[in-house]
């Protein structure tokens, strides 16, 4: 590998994160963070070769208020509301197209970020 490239063409960050019970906020981990990463490297099985592509949990992303959250770098990619159901298509869009999903992202007028 050329040191001039970068280690993963994609890294899918996974919020799996969960709040102590009873907290004021919902967090992603309770609304199955994890099966979402197991779900996205089942998908990820068989990607070609040549692209080098990883997923994994990830801590708090603070839009938890969205839904179950997922990040794809280096594109500054995020989606909200992500379901199981969802994987195949980010991963067949994105990932495999580059074609983020646009239905499910994280717009600046959809949050308090602007």
């Given at each position: 590998?050329?040191?001039?490239?970068?280690?993963?063409?994609?890294?899918?960050?996974?919020?799996?994160?969960?709040?102590?019970?009873?907290?004021?906020?919902?967090?992603?981990?309770?609304?199955?963070?994890?099966?979402?990463?197991?779900?996205?490297?089942?998908h990820l099985?068989?990607?070609?070769?040549?692209?080098?592509?990883?997923a994994q949990?990830?801590?708090?992303?603070?839009?938890?208020?969205f839904g179950?959250?997922?990040?794809?770098?280096?594109?500054?990619?995020?989606?909200?509301?992500?379901?199981?159901?969802?994987?195949?298509?980010?991963?067949?869009?994105?990932?495999?197209?580059?074609?983020?999903?646009?239905?499910?992202?994280?717009?600046?007028?959809?949050?308090?970020?602007?």
């Open positions: 590998m050329n040191t001039e490239e970068p280690v993963y063409h994609k890294h899918i960050f996974v919020c799996t994160n969960q709040r102590k019970e009873g907290a004021a906020r919902l967090s992603c981990g309770e609304a199955h963070g994890l099966e979402l990463v197991s779900a996205f490297k089942e099985k068989n990607k070609p070769a040549e692209l080098r592509v990883r949990k990830a801590g708090c992303l603070d839009i938890c208020d179950p959250t997922v990040a794809v770098y280096p594109d500054g990619v995020f989606y909200v509301n992500v379901q199981p159901e969802d994987v195949p298509e980010i991963v067949h869009e994105h990932i495999l197209n580059n074609r983020p999903v646009q239905r499910l992202l994280l717009t600046r007028s959809s949050t308090k970020l602007q």
